[in-house]
């Protein structure tokens, strides 16, 4: 009964004589630096992606959650069969049940020594630890069905203390899990051996404790997974909205019973990770459990008070920090006390305490000091868990130095840009071993502060601040270098025995008809991924951009690897995408000479032909060589095998990380009636080493920055002293939105690294983890005539007048 | 159960009746009934954006609009709005920009951006910057997207003749 849409009403689809021609390759390094638009970016744009909440399979039943009310409360009774009898439903499971089919887990790594956490279960078993945490399952026909019959659980409580305070968590006055023996998660100090002396013979020593407010990804696609278990093969096919597709067939493996090789997770469109959906989450592996138990595919899609209630959060931070240094401005050391708080459990398998390391690794980064002491405290508390999130302790680190260096540059009367000109690591001291102990390849601070003060015109912003302010106008400057863990070794997860690749693979595949399928492991959450690997691959094997496909997110398809996160897609697997162009080049060419019975020295693939590296004279189409590699092989010699697929894998390994740099700028103007602080400007220059897409790197910074303007300025998951979230919605949790943020200005300093031959170093975080710093100092710079100053983010209205003595 | 009542809406110029429950919302109703998968839900508070579709032409949020309400009028979708080619040149200054990482909001950022387009063409920046500020993309920071937006506008205007 359905009317057809008239045929005239269609556009017609575009026909191949209209299609633009595949954009030309730069002459000196092919494709690598050009800003090509992401093909993959069509079908979002026409509403034709596929996220994994757009699957529908036969038989698909949906799972919905009854969580816990309260922060801390033993579960006294439960009763699922008056839900049970609901219509629709097909199933309820409390947390014994499901624990049947699916083993607890305990995250900690060897080596964060120390670190402890309770054994947790997918849905809890007799207590809960935190307001959110899943304590039964019911899985129906509809998501609407599973809803309905929520509301017909029957739950008794037995209510415990809950621990929201993470000084009060550190005292140990009540331990939330007794048999631990107190709520430190994890501890880590350590003291340079010159800390004293160089604290003893400073002139002045500045002191300051931050706060950083609790606060999480917002990815706008809540959590999706669609399990499908085969009973026949005792088979489990996953949809995930995941970043680390084949961590997740580990994880499932393990904890589910299934052989490895028998658990294939896909990975199709993901709406939005940061580090959100990098971690196992104890309600999709209740998920897949229960796609076991029922043998028909289950899904599971988090709406968004489940996200604010259990997506990770971050960034729950207090933190003291000193700071030595001589009357002319040199600074000769950093002391750091950091407190952070991560919930009940640590997280499940990269551990929560990553993000304090972070911070003492981090703390001081851009600087020449040699003295540093730290001490660190990782809490257990009854609120939603902690993770890791985009910039992973960069943004804390990144505020404590540049909020101290301000205050000791302003003691000093030296202006900041002048200050932190005498205290940067110089450009020409590389390779360089930081007083946290890590190692610097190459940076270039120097010429990321020249670039940064000449993009922004200082000196003229300085005079216009000086200015506005005589009429009332209060205007901040703020300054933020930065240092950046990108390219992770093994150093990061491996040595500490997760299971997690730090390596990652492609292969390269010649099509008969010249075409090159690129599949590789590192996955695409948006970031461009498949982009590069385009522009890598072409300029690799000597074809256009339009001849490549690439492939990303399927275990059952790519190369073994570790996935989006550390911001490592473009270094490692980029470079594996680099080594099997190359040499599926190389054997493209082995036939191409077999062929022609010519020396394959004399021969190269240019516009995907096979021409004489000499003249560049075209000698076979690529085509030609597809078709007689795959269809007529027994044309070539007797003893001589076409190979036209290659795979290729690389490791970072000469350096634990490879740190990128980077500084940022803002510029703000307080209204010290309201306490409302517009954001006027922001600047950024980073050094990344190899550009391979100018738009895509300038727009991952930009997005970056937006989310750490989000930290500074707006977001925080405000729990009750009863461990109580308070503003579990988007209409109470508030992101920046068009209307909040300034425009951006990105430019770049070029460092490649020397590791590997593409020389590309990691850009996704660089943005987030600079910019809360740059607006802390530029609001601080605003008020500071006024005798006022903000250390508390986020910065809201409310904060800013109270600093003013104005509530 | 609730009753179900029969709803006839034209979606992207296709008629089609199905029994729905009142409490379903246009954009499940779009997704799961119609497989319309273009249209996202994200907030379901009517925050976020992505779920923005058109009934009887203009924008509205499709997890605050009930099914049952466009039950006799016209739904557009990104689906259509895609096919009918009455966006290319938005979606192709998006594409050029990299106005998009993720793609979930935007569907939902285009269907408000070509309302800001077709009623406010002589729309300035800080305009358009306001116009959007409904629209939530956690991805690009926004610059981007007011970029392509003023782009399109401009060569909009130009070709319109004086």
Redesign the interface.
């Known amino acids: 009964m359905n009317d057809r849409i008239a045929p005239d009403q269609l556009a017609p689809a575009p026909r191949a004589e209209e299609r633009k021609p595949a954009p030309a390759p730069v002459a000196t390094r092919g494709y690598i630096g050009a800003s090509i638009p992401r093909a993959n970016a069509k079908r979002l744009l026409e509403g034709r992606g596929c996220y994994t909440d757009d699957i529908q399979l036969p038989r698909l039943a949906h799972v919905v959650f009854f969580r816990s009310p309260h922060a801390h409360a033993r579960i006294k009774r439960l009763d699922l069969q008056p839900a049970r009898a609901q219509p629709g439903v097909i199933a309820v499971f409390d947390g014994r049940a499901i624990a049947e089919y699916c083993t607890p887990w305990v995250a900690v790594l060897g080596h964060l020594k120390g670190i402890k956490s309770p054994p947790q279960h997918a849905v809890a078993i007799e207590r809960v630890c935190w307001q959110g945490e899943a304590v039964a399952a019911i899985v129906a026909e509809t998501r609407a069905q599973g809803e309905d019959a929520l509301a017909h659980v029957e739950a008794e409580w037995e209510e415990l203390p809950a621990v929201t305070d993470m000084e009060d968590a550190l005292s140990g006055r009540y331990v939330i899990h007794p048999d631990l023996g107190d709520n430190i998660c994890f501890k880590r100090e350590l003291v340079t051996e010159n800390f004293d002396a160089a604290f003893a013979q400073a002139d002045l020593v500045v002191e300051e404790t931050f706060g950083f407010g609790r606060h999480t990804g917002v990815t706008l696609e809540g959590r999706s997974i669609l399990a499908d278990y085969n009973a026949a093969e005792h088979s489990l096919t996953v949809y995930h909205a995941t970043q680390a597709p084949h961590m997740m067939q580990d994880i499932f493996s393990r904890h589910l019973d299934i052989p490895e090789a028998s658990v294939r997770v896909i990975c199709k469109d993901v709406g939005g990770s940061y580090g959100i959906k990098v971690h196992v989450y104890p309600d999709e592996m209740a998920t897949a459990a229960i796609s076991v138990m029922l043998r028909r595919p289950v899904k599971f899609v988090a709406d968004r008070l489940e996200s604010f209630l259990t997506d990770i959060h971050a960034r729950e931070h207090k933190a003291k920090i000193r700071l030595a240094c001589t009357k002319d401005g040199r600074i000769l050391g950093f002391d750091l006390d950091d407190l952070t708080a991560i919930g009940p459990y640590s997280v499940y398998p990269r551990t929560s305490g990553i993000e304090g390391n972070q911070v003492v690794n981090l703390t001081g980064g851009p600087y020449r000091h040699k003295a540093y002491r730290a001490k660190m405290h990782v809490v257990f508390t009854n609120k939603n868990v902690t993770c890791q999130y985009r910039a992973v302790g960069h943004p804390i680190a990144v505020a404590l130095t540049e909020g101290i260096v301000d205050l000791a540059a302003a003691k000093l009367g030296i202006d900041p840009a002048e200050f932190r000109r005498r205290n940067i690591i110089p450009d020409d001291a590389y390779p360089y071993t930081f007083p946290s102990g890590i190692k610097f390849e190459k940076l270039s601070h120097e010429q990321c502060l020249d670039k940064l003060l000449e993009a922004m015109d200082y000196r003229a912003l300085r005079a216009e601040q000086a200015r506005l302010r005589a009429t009332g106008v209060y205007r901040g400057i703020g300054l933020a270098a930065m240092i950046e863990v990108t390219n992770p070794s093994p150093a990061f997860y491996g040595v500490g025995g997760a299971r997690i690749s730090a390596q990652d693979g492609a292969t390269v595949r010649l099509e008969p008809t010249g075409m090159v399928t690129c599949l590789a492991s590192v996955t695409e959450q948006g970031q461009g991924t498949d982009a590069i690997f385009v522009q890598i691959c072409a300029t690799a094997v000597g074809v256009s951009v339009d001849k490549v496909r690439v492939m990303t997110g399927d275990t059952g398809v790519t190369p073994y690897g570790g996935g989006t996160w550390a911001s490592r897609g473009a270094g490692i697997g980029g470079e594996a995408v680099l080594q099997a162009g190359k040499a599926l080049k190389s054997n493209i060419l082995d036939v191409a000479a077999a062929m022609l019975g010519v020396d394959k020295a004399t021969l190269d693939v240019r516009d995907n032909a096979i021409v004489d590296g000499a003249t560049g004279e075209a000698k076979l189409p690529l085509a030609e060589v597809g078709r007689v590699g795959y269809f007529r092989p027994d044309t070539l010699p007797m003893k001589f095998q076409a190979e036209l697929s290659v795979t290729r894998h690389y490791t970072p390994r000469e350096y634990g990380f490879t740190f990128t740099n980077g500084i940022q700028a803002s510029l703000v103007e307080v209204d010290t009636d309201t306490g409302f602080v517009k954001l006027l400007k922001h600047w950024c220059v980073e050094d990344c080493g190899t550009v391979i897409n100018p738009i895509l790197v300038d727009e991952q910074i930009r997005g970056g920055i937006v989310q750490g303007l989000g930290a500074a300025m707006l977001e925080e998951c405000v729990y009750s002293p009863e461990g109580q979230l308070l503003n579990g919605s988007l209409a109470d949790y508030l992101v920046p939105m068009s209307g909040d943020v300034p425009d951006i200005e990105v430019a770049h300093v070029c460092t490649p690294t020397k590791q590997s031959e593409l020389g590309a170093k990691g850009v996704g975080e660089a943005g987030t983890a600079g910019a809360p710093g740059a607006v802390m100092n530029a609001i601080n710079d605003a008020l500071a005539p006024l005798g006022a100053r903000v250390t508390d983010q986020p910065f809201t209205p409310e904060r800013i007048l109270r600093a003013l003595g104005r509530i | ?1 609730n009753p179900m009542l029969e709803t006839t809406i034209t979606v ?6 199905r029994r729905v ?1 009142p ?1 379903t919302h246009l954009v499940d109703f779009l ?1 799961e009934e119609l ?6 839900t ?7 954006g ?1 779920c923005t579709v058109r009934v009887d032409g203009e924008i509205v949020r499709g997890c605050l609009t009930l099914a049952v309400q466009a039950n006799g009028r016209a739904v557009d ?3 259509g709005l ?4 009455e966006i ?1 040149d938005l ?1 192709a200054a ?5 106005a ?8 939902g950022v ?1 269907m408000t951006a070509q309302e800001l387009l077709r009623t406010r063409p002589a729309a300035t920046r800080d305009e358009i ?2 116009f ?15 970029d392509a937006i003023e782009a399109v506008l401009i060569a909009r205007r130009q070709a319109r003749p004086a």
Not at chain 2, 12 to 17: E, F, L, P, S
Not at chain 2, 35 to 40: I, N, W
Not at chain 2, 132 to 146: A, D, H, V
């Open positions: 159960m992207n110029g296709t008629r089609v009746t429950e409490r997704r497989g319309l998968t273009g249209s996202h994200a907030c379901e508070h009517g925050v976020c992505a979708t990104i689906e895609s096919d009918s080619g290319r979606q998006f594409h050029e920009r990299n998009l990482q993720c793609g979930f909001c935007t569907p285009l910057r306001d959007m500020s409904g629209n939530l993309c956690r991805c690009t920071g926004y610059q981007s997207i007011l």
